[in-house]
């Protein structure tokens, strides 16, 4: 089992917008991005997922490569959504997967069984965070493919040029001969890449203008004092939060906290804490984290890792001329705490999401 967390506060990691992807070029798994489709680690086929409530296939948001100090294995997360308003607020109609990647045996030095077994905590996420890895000569397609029957060699090259070819139609699967594959339009966003910058950089010195107005106007709106509401938010070390019996008119004391925390960075468009607490949007359900699964390969609880900002929204645009868009208040990712995984395994395994409805969405437009 992994080790517990260390007492006292989790370092919080924040992604914000970087350079956008250059038209043509190819993002390698170990980059951190948002939009177009997922790059797939080597040895892993990930079929395109559907909405698990419309059937509908999803839509790319990001890609977060996270490998885990302690463990032999790269590490990538994608996360997809569904485009269906209907669906939006919906946690089931939302997929995450996680791939995993040993890079060679030599370096293994453990078993599986023992690999899964070291303790595992975040690496320094701003590690190389310039280092984007832009694949100049790509080793692999793209796009995601499934074959009904296991091509050739030949047919597998066929199938990589074709794929490098139509990737900017954004088809996930092509018919190649030596292979049955079908063929599916899907819809994506212009890509981008994410940078990373650690939240405890930021002070309240860095607000921007724009922030502290929709906080004035809240203040004022709301009749509350945002600063004394929220002065102990998130600053409690881990230990649990004390609630004044007072309530704000706007009914969520948790969301002027939200308001309050992000204002140290307004652009975030990720904030990552392995094994941390996430930034409520609006007060989780009584026993929230107990409820939360455990992960159905291994059994092992899931952790909080990472989660999706209001932020994000505003910077998706369609990269076709079909209008495409997302809407949420914020996404809570967890993930197995083993990180759990086989060298042998050819598909992502699936983590779980959690969407939290904005109670008040015109504050981040």
């Known amino acids: 089992m992994a080790s517990a967390p260390s007492p006292g506060p989790r370092p919080v990691l924040l992604g914000i917008r970087d350079a956008a992807v250059e038209e043509g070029s190819r993002c390698s798994w170990d980059t951190s991005k948002a939009?177009?489709?997922?790059?797939?680690?080597?040895?892993?086929?990930?079929?395109?997922?559907?909405?698990?409530?419309?059937?509908?296939?999803l839509i790319h948001l990001v890609q977060v490569y996270c490998p885990l100090e302690g463990s032999p294995y790269h590490r990538t997360i994608n996360v997809l959504a569904c485009l269906r308003p209907e669906c939006w607020g919906r946690s089931d109609s939302w997929k995450v997967l996680r791939s995993q990647y040993r890079e060679t045996e030599e370096?293994?030095?453990?078993?599986?069984?023992?690999?899964?077994?070291?303790?595992?905590?975040?690496r320094d996420w701003c590690d190389e965070a310039d280092d984007w890895g832009v694949a100049e000569e790509p080793d692999a397609p793209g796009l995601s493919l499934r074959l009904d029957e296991p091509p050739s060699t030949a047919a597998d090259a066929e199938i990589a040029a074709q794929a490098t070819r139509l990737e900017g139609l954004n088809l996930l699967e092509v018919p190649v001969g030596g292979g049955l594959v079908t063929l599916t339009p899907v819809p994506s966003f212009q890509p981008f890449y994410i940078g990373v910058v650690d939240e405890d950089d930021y002070t309240e010195q860095t607000r921007f203008a724009h922030e502290e107005k929709l906080l004035?106007?809240?203040?004022?709106?709301?009749?509350?004092?945002?600063?004394q509401?929220?002065?102990?938010?998130?600053?409690d070390g881990g230990r649990a939060e004390t609630y004044e019996k007072t309530k704000v008119r706007h009914g969520d004391r948790t969301f002027v906290k939200f308001l309050k925390r992000i204002s140290r960075c307004p652009q975030q468009i990720l904030r990552y804490s392995w094994s941390g607490l996430p930034l409520f949007l609006s007060s989780p359900a009584v026993g929230f984290q107990s409820a939360v699964?455990?992960?159905?390969?291994?059994?092992?609880?899931?952790?909080?890792?990472?989660?999706l900002m209001p932020a994000l929204i505003n910077l998706l645009k369609s990269a076709s001329s079909e209008e495409v868009s997302v809407e949420f208040g914020t996404v809570l990712i967890y993930t197995c705490e083993r990180s759990c995984w086989e060298p042998s395994n050819q598909t992502p395994r699936e983590e779980r999401a959690f969407v939290q409805g904005d109670p008040d969405q015109h504050?981040?437009?």
């Open 293 to 307: 699964p455990a992960c159905r390969i291994c059994g092992s609880r899931r952790v909080f890792e990472f989660q």
């Open 363 to 365: 504050f981040f437009r």
């Open 216 to 227: 004035k106007e809240y203040q004022r709106r709301e009749g509350v004092d945002v600063e």
């Open 229 to 235: 509401l929220a002065s102990s938010s998130c600053e």
């Open 35 to 57: 939009g177009a489709t997922p790059d797939c680690v080597p040895g892993i086929t990930m079929q395109y997922p559907h909405c698990t409530l419309c059937c509908d296939p």
């Open 107 to 122: 370096k293994q030095g453990t078993t599986s069984e023992t690999a899964e077994e070291v303790s595992v905590t975040t």
